[in-house]
């Protein structure tokens, strides 16, 4: 948990690609090529272009805005530049080009962000108008709709562009920039999603996931917040459940599957029966146990990830509201930690308690703690393998599998379900026949069993 937590901090998901490294590389590639040669000028151009890119990065400091900025809004301009240098050898027109990059240069060096964000939103408001002039000379109706899209998209980036001047967002790598690019993504899938007419059962769940992501990172940039942020300490609260599920799993079945087979193996078995109670109530309160224990770990691994992460972000970010989008009321809502941690425990608690069942029950049966606890760890993994590729599957009998509806998560505030057809009184049905199947069959054994020879 300490080598995760150190692990996202350092190198989470802001941390900053730097090509600068890769300097002398260009240029010892550059020398294989001759910008006269008609065959290599075109490669002597690409690389010419990164060079130029990372020489300009170079003189500004490592952490700076112009660093990000020269990436997004030079490489076009420095390309063409070259091109029109080395391939067209137009040098009329490189002059005209040249002029103007030294213009956007001097800017750098004055740190006017705000004039490449404004130019940047010029440039997008022109491109919206011609879309519409040409929409209103377009008689098609199915090239009227790529307009419409192509506008729509636009103005996508427009709205990104005029949050960047609103909320005083310099290009970066911080959170906000971040949140910028993903709602720009995320967006542009809600667009195309909400254009199509009928969506495959994959799809509606992509675009449900595009649909909340977007609105949970519009909530956060037009409200200065960062619930959206999972490099911090809330952000591995939240996730503890899902990173360490593995962990949790692994006590509850090495105990469940070794509490009642040890005591065969032991011979212990008989001193326990010789007690005034039933076998029904010795299992029972194995059972029981084992649940009690499952508990325990799940409450320290919260409190363990709820120090560690404190200490490695800091106690701040846990004063962070959580927001979730509701698909039963198209809105979004904020919930308290204690509230998230706890759905989403309840959630999981059928695949807990299904996965320690069978290690249970294959103790009672087979009354060997190796082969129980193996299948039941193997029985996790190989549900996680099986969630992947069953909901591929048109079949009603996926709807069956045990692991397609152990995890209510799926569920969770309107969300459509992995396969198609399922609902949360039917998993809730499923769940529990299983688990009915492998503590019923547990009990008949244990009741039956022979254990004169133990």
Avoid at 217 to 233: C, F, L, M, P, V
Avoid at 236 to 242: I, P, T, W
Avoid at 254 to 281: C, H, N, Q
Wanted: hydrophobic share 40%.
């Amino acid at each position: 948990m300490i080598f995760v937590s150190c692990m996202n901090k350092w190198f989470g998901s802001s941390y900053a690609y730097d090509e600068t490294q890769f300097l002398d590389m260009y240029k010892n590639q550059l020398e294989y090529y001759n910008p006269n040669d008609v065959q290599y000028v075109g490669a002597y151009v690409e690389i010419k272009t990164q060079i130029d890119i990372i020489e300009l990065k170079l003189k500004y400091e490592k952490d700076s805005w112009q660093r990000v900025a020269i990436t997004e809004i030079f490489s076009s301009e420095i390309y063409q530049m070259n091109q029109e240098k080395y391939l067209n050898k137009n040098e009329e027109e490189y002059k005209k080009l040249e002029d103007k990059y030294l213009e956007k240069v001097k800017k750098l060096d004055e740190g006017d962000w705000r004039y490449f964000v404004q130019t940047q939103l010029d440039e997008t408001e022109k491109e919206i108008n011609s879309q519409k002039e040409l929409y209103g000379l377009t008689a098609d109706i199915l090239q009227k709709e790529e307009i419409q899209k192509t506008i729509k998209s636009i103005e996508i980036n427009k709205q990104v562009l005029t949050w960047r001047l609103e909320k005083d967002i310099p290009f970066g790598n911080d959170y906000k920039n971040e949140a910028l690019g993903m709602y720009q993504y995320y967006q542009g899938q809600v667009i195309t999603y909400e254009n199509q007419e009928n969506l495959e059962h994959n799809e509606k769940i992509q675009y449900e996931n595009a649909k909340s992501e977007a609105e949970i990172i519009k909530y956060d940039i037009e409200n200065d917040k960062e619930t959206g942020r999972t490099d911090s300490a809330i952000g591995a609260l939240l996730g503890v459940f899902s990173s360490y599920d593995l962990f949790i799993i692994i006590i509850a079945v090495m105990i469940a599957g070794s509490i009642l087979s040890d005591e065969f193996s032991k011979g212990t078995i008989k001193l326990l029966l010789v007690r005034p109670y039933s076998r029904t109530k010795v299992l029972l309160s194995k059972f029981v146990t084992v649940f009690i224990v499952l508990l325990i770990s799940v409450i320290i691994l919260v409190a363990l990830q709820l120090v560690v992460g404190g200490i490695t972000y800091g106690f701040d970010s846990y004063n962070t509201e959580i927001v979730k989008y509701n698909f039963n009321t198209n809105s979004l809502q904020t919930i308290s930690v204690v509230s998230s941690l706890a759905l989403d425990f309840i959630c999981r608690l059928p695949m807990y308690i299904l996965l320690f069942t069978l290690s249970f029950a294959l103790g009672v049966l087979f009354t060997n703690s190796a082969l129980s606890i193996t299948i039941g760890i193997l029985g996790y993994i190989g549900g996680g393998v099986l969630i992947q590729i069953l909901p591929a599957i048109n079949h009603w009998i996926v709807k069956v599998f045990p692991m397609m509806n152990w995890d209510f998560t799926q569920y969770l505030f309107g969300k459509t379900p992995t396969v198609e057809g399922l609902s949360i009184p039917f998993s809730i049905a499923i769940c529990l026949v299983y688990f009915l199947i492998m503590i019923g069959t547990s009990f008949i054994i244990f009741r039956k069993k022979n254990i004169k020879n133990v």
